[in-house]
């Protein structure tokens, strides 16, 4: 089957985005169609695949397959895109949005230049500092939130605990530049007994009561230029930790995005997509390179 395709990025967190509403039946079984696409050598390349699809109880309903094909619940540059793409393509013009996740329904307010979408300000909800619902096999020790002590690779860490509606594990470390975020990272996101649906890893270094530097490994997609959920999990954990104000900057790879963990409890993210390209693919093709492109560690 052939169909239209946008590749779009978010500080350099780079998805294919496909219109469910025209083609809804390629996001059953969308794992496979995720690898072949994502696969940055045979295929389109990017961090994963996101169908925007109609919804019963938002403006639209966005799903998330990261490049191993895993689905997420939920992504902060993926979810700035999805309204980019509703609004630039004419599917939903409106400067405010609903849309809904495996995180539930997310509201969004655009700002608009002429026919475009140029930043959105993303309201990411409560975060969740219990580990029973991140999950992870651990206990609330600091009163209302949790630090965990792990050994990846030989190296200790103390890691806190936020759910943006995604599991999060923030790593405070005096240098993030010359870390090895795949080596320990990818050690971390797999301890299974730890977290039993794997968990996404931020490092961050302090700059200043509201700045940090952060780098992260994505469950599902290793290390990526920038992650919004992760983003704001990590100024949730550097608030709890004493280390920051509650508005803070947060300089990624790929750029910077704007969080400020409110008064009323919710998370606010601020930042920008765009459109790289568009393209026609074939659904066969990058299906076979899921199942025949060769496996790189």
């Known amino acids: 089957m052939r169909f239209d395709f ?11 985005f496909i219109n469910g509403f025209k083609y809804g039946e390629l996001s059953v079984g969308a794992e496979k169609l995720a690898i072949g696409m994502s696969d940055r050598h045979f295929g389109i390349g990017g961090d994963g695949i996101i169908f925007v699809l109609p919804s019963e109880s938002a403006d639209a309903r966005m799903r998330i397959f990261n490049a191993d ?8 540059n993926g979810i700035r895109q999805a309204a980019k ?3 630039d393509k004419s599917i939903l013009r409106r400067d405010k949005m609903a849309i809904d996740t495996g995180a539930g329904v997310k509201q969004i307010a655009l700002e608009i230049s002429g026919n475009t979408m140029t930043r959105a300000t993303v309201d990411m909800g409560e975060p969740v500092l219990d580990p029973r619902y991140l999950p992870a096999n651990a206990e609330l020790n600091r009163g209302e939130y949790t630090v965990i002590s792990l050994k990846p690779e030989g190296r200790d860490f103390d890691f806190t605990l936020v759910s943006m509606g995604n599991p999060h594990a923030v790593a405070f ?7 090895d975020v795949r080596k320990y990272g990818r050690a ?3 301890m299974t007994d730890v977290f039993p649906r794997r968990t996404n890893v931020e490092f961050i ?3 200043s009561p509201n700045e940090i530097r952060m780098r992260v490994w994505e469950r599902g ?3 990526t230029l920038a992650c919004g959920t992760g983003a704001s999990a990590s100024v949730v954990a550097a608030v709890l930790n004493g280390l920051t104000e509650r508005k803070v900057t947060v300089r990624l ?7 400020d963990w409110m008064d009323n409890n919710h998370v606010a993210m601020t930042g920008g997509a765009e459109i790289a390209f568009e393209g026609e693919g074939d659904t066969d093709y990058f299906l076979n390179i899921a199942d025949n492109a060769p496996k790189q560690d």
């Open 6 to 16: 946008t590749k779009m990025q978010a500080l350099g967190n780079d998805y294919i």
């Open 221 to 223: 997609s290793g290390e």
């Open 173 to 179: 470390v005096n240098e993030v530049c010359g870390m």
């Open 85 to 87: 793409y509703l609004y």
């Open 69 to 76: 094909g895993s689905e997420a619940e939920m992504c902060g």
């Open 188 to 190: 971390v996101e797999t």
């Open 253 to 259: 790879l790929g750029g910077d995005l704007m969080i």
């Open 205 to 207: 270094e302090m700059i």
